[in-house]
């Protein structure tokens, strides 16, 4: 079982530079997340979708953007990236709306210079 | 708002060592209480939740009592193990405006040395 996939596992971008980081499960989850890890700050939600076709701002959504692409596929996206987006990305899923157990992909590390 | 308190860490016990996490939350109402686990290079796994006041969540070896009275959910063990050795996360589900959003606290590395 696949569970939730993400890609890349690692990328270094430039100042200015944009990407998308990708997010795919198989449990026919209804909603999908989007967290980053910093050092002595936890997780912290940047973006999630309660269900197909809806997305809603977390606690740190400034400088991205999310598309719910079907039930499948939730991307992350930095339109200009700064070193302050320098962290580790984890997107996870969950079957229902009201907080249960989340299904966490391996992380992207993404480095700003 | 919601917010999960953990305590600091590194932590670093001897193998067979009791293991004691601290966790301190602030909710409004009556939120689901959790322990997730992150094992190097890779993402967190859920290891431990309660629903409800007095309930405790188990699962290999960790137990975790939700407490209402104190507003706590501390992770013990009574005899780590090397393989034990990761960040515990302890975290609440957000249960206002229905959204099922998890709040994380900021993580204690635990270290098991042999």
């Known amino acids: 079982n696949a569970g939730v996939t993400q890609t890349p596992k690692f990328q270094v971008l430039k100042t200015g530079q944009s990407m998308t980081l990708q997010c795919a499960q198989d449990m026919n989850h209804n909603s999908m997340y989007w967290y980053r890890q910093d050092p002595g700050m936890g997780l912290r939600l940047i973006y999630y979708?309660?269900?197909?076709?809806?997305?809603d701002k977390g606690e740190v959504p400034n400088g991205y953007n999310v598309s719910r692409l079907n039930k499948r596929e939730f991307s992350l996206r930095l339109e200009s990236a700064a070193p302050s987006q320098t962290s580790v990305y984890f997107c996870a899923s969950s079957l229902h709306r009201v907080g249960e157990k989340l299904f966490f992909g391996s992380g992207t590390q993404l480095s700003v210079l | 708002g919601d917010s999960v308190t953990q305590m600091e860490g590194p932590v670093t016990l001897s193998e067979e060592a009791f293991l004691t996490i601290n966790c301190t939350y602030t909710a409004t109402g009556y939120p689901s209480l959790f322990w997730y686990v992150q094992y190097p290079g890779e993402g967190l796994q859920l290891l431990l939740k309660a629903t409800k006041a007095d309930d405790k969540g188990s699962n290999k070896g960790f137990e975790a009592t939700y407490r209402k009275e104190t507003t706590s959910f501390h992770l013990e063990k009574g005899s780590v193990q090397v393989s034990d050795s990761a960040v515990y996360f302890c975290a609440l589900s957000d249960r206002s405006g229905n959204t099922g959003k998890l709040i994380f606290g900021q993580g204690t590395t635990l270290q098991v040395k042999p």
């Open positions: 979708s309660a269900s197909e076709g809806t997305t």
